[in-house]
């Protein structure tokens, strides 16, 4: 069943969030593009799945049936917050080679974080009412749900990325390198910054902040760039 929405809502969630993700697979596209390295296809991770979760999103905020909302939520915010891992990853890649950070190294801590991710946050979930709808269609978090994935998120993905982004800029030694480097880790800053907005928006039941939110999300665009821009000699072409 639909439900109806206002002219506000239309604009931030087909509008803006559609742009978003337009944006962000027309980057995945590129870099798959470019070369299927390793690297490569680590880096586009994350901006495939942002991308998901913007299109998930789309499709539940005309839903009345609040199941079925709780569930494209659930899977919305999975794919968003698992799709930051990646990031680290690609840092790890950079700073360790494709050697000593073995496929399977890589490949058991995405798996670890995700099934933590997915696990915990259902958990809660189901038997903690982790998740409701307001009246109006919107999911609001409980404490203990934004206390979890926040917690997850920024212990093992969040805080090791932005630690590794930093240990990568000062171990370059030329500033031209540097200066790309800063580049990426300003878009990093920057997205992180929309990441944790949108965490508190979606514990807090309040119509205008979510507004002001969903317009300042539309510069996640820059950030997002900005990351593309600043890794972009590492995204070499076949």
């Known amino acids: 069943m639909l439900l109806q929405i206002d002219i506000t809502r239309i604009i931030l969630v087909y509008v803006i969030q559609g742009i978003l993700a337009i944006f962000f697979s027309l980057i995945a596209f590129q870099i798959i593009r470019r070369n299927k390295q390793r690297f490569n ?58 050697v000593i950070f073995s496929i399977k190294r890589q490949n058991r801590y995405i798996f670890y974080y995700g099934i933590s991710l997915l696990i915990g946050m259902l958990v809660i979930l189901i038997f903690f009412e982790g998740v409701t709808i307001n009246p109006l269609g919107y999911p609001i978090w409980s404490p203990i749900f934004f206390i979890y994935v926040i917690s997850l998120v920024s212990c093992f993905s969040i805080i090791p990325m932005i630690y590794t982004t930093l240990k990568i ?19 990093a800053l920057g997205g992180i910054s929309i990441l944790y907005l949108i965490l508190i928006s979606n514990l807090l039941d309040n119509a205008t902040y979510r507004s002001i939110i969903s317009l300042v999300g539309i510069s996640i665009v820059v950030w997002a760039f900005l990351m593309y821009r600043g890794i972009g000699f590492k995204l070499k072409r076949e």
């Open 169 to 187: 800029y000062f171990s370059f030694e030329t500033k031209k390198l540097k200066r790309k480097w800063l580049n990426h880790l300003i878009g």
């Open 41 to 98: 296809l680590i880096f586009s991770g994350f901006f495939i799945c942002i991308t998901i979760g913007n299109l998930l999103n789309m499709i539940y905020a005309v839903l009345s049936d609040e199941l079925m909302i709780l569930i494209l939520n659930f899977l919305t915010n999975f794919f968003i917050f698992f799709g930051t891992v990646f990031i680290f990853i690609g840092n790890m890649i950079i700073l360790e080679s494709t």
